[in-house]
């Protein structure tokens, strides 16, 4: 598949779709980690998803570091290729923390159920946003979408204060009040590595279009 009506040469399209690839890892991946609530097995799937984003990371780095790609291009696509990576980092250390305590309070347990839920709903919609966003060419269309994925990060954000709020509002002991917190900063460091992307795409994309 030819992308980018020609845009790129054939080493730069194979990089994109690779960075593709990467995001489908991280669907893959965000899609598991309320699975560890009954399973906590399958953090050993996310970290082999995590593993195989690697290995896309480094592929794209032998492409880069091979020629096949314009020079004025090498330092915006390795820069890229770590923000992509990033997302399933991220994910992973999400899906760790889940699994570092254990509150007996049924009530405690279930609200960060409830909220991890929310969190991953909103993460997966804004991958799909950002897997979007990296098939096109059209700088228009390309705003309009990280736009969306900024009220995305904007509404992980909401969903962060909340976490917060509860966690204040509730007489618990330290080791739930510092899990409550960084459960509702590992949702939010997703949705920022998403941003970061789309940041990052957008900029790479207007300096070849405009």
Do not use: W
Not at 29 to 43: G, H, Q, S, Y
Not at 46 to 63: P, W
Not at 75 to 93: A, G, P, Q, R, S
């Amino acid at each position: 598949m030819k992308l980018f009506g020609g845009l790129f040469n054939l080493g730069e399209q194979d990089i994109i779709k690779n960075y593709i690839e990467i995001i489908d890892i991280g669907i893959k991946a965000n899609r598991k980690v309320p699975e560890l609530f009954k399973d906590p097995t399958v953090i050993d799937e996310i970290r082999k998803l995590e593993r195989e984003s690697d290995s896309k990371a480094f592929k794209i780095y032998n492409i880069i570091i091979s020629g096949a790609i314009s020079p004025n291009l090498i330092d915006i696509l390795l820069d890229f290729v770590n923000l992509e990576d990033n997302i399933i980092d991220m994910i992973y250390n999400l899906s760790r923390e889940l699994l570092r305590y254990k509150d007996k309070d049924s009530r405690i347990k279930v609200y960060i159920e409830k909220s991890v839920l929310q969190g991953t709903a909103l993460i997966e919609k804004t991958l799909y946003l950002l897997r979007d966003m990296e098939q096109l060419d059209d700088l228009d269309k390309i705003k309009k979408i990280r736009a969306k994925i900024q009220k995305n990060e904007q509404l992980g954000d909401r969903l962060k204060d909340s976490i917060f709020d509860f966690a204040y509002d509730q007489n618990v002991n330290f080791k739930t009040f510092y899990h409550l917190l960084e459960v509702g900063h590992k949702l939010d460091d997703v949705l920022d590595s998403c941003e970061d992307s789309s940041d990052a795409f957008m900029t790479f994309m207007s300096s070849l279009i405009t």
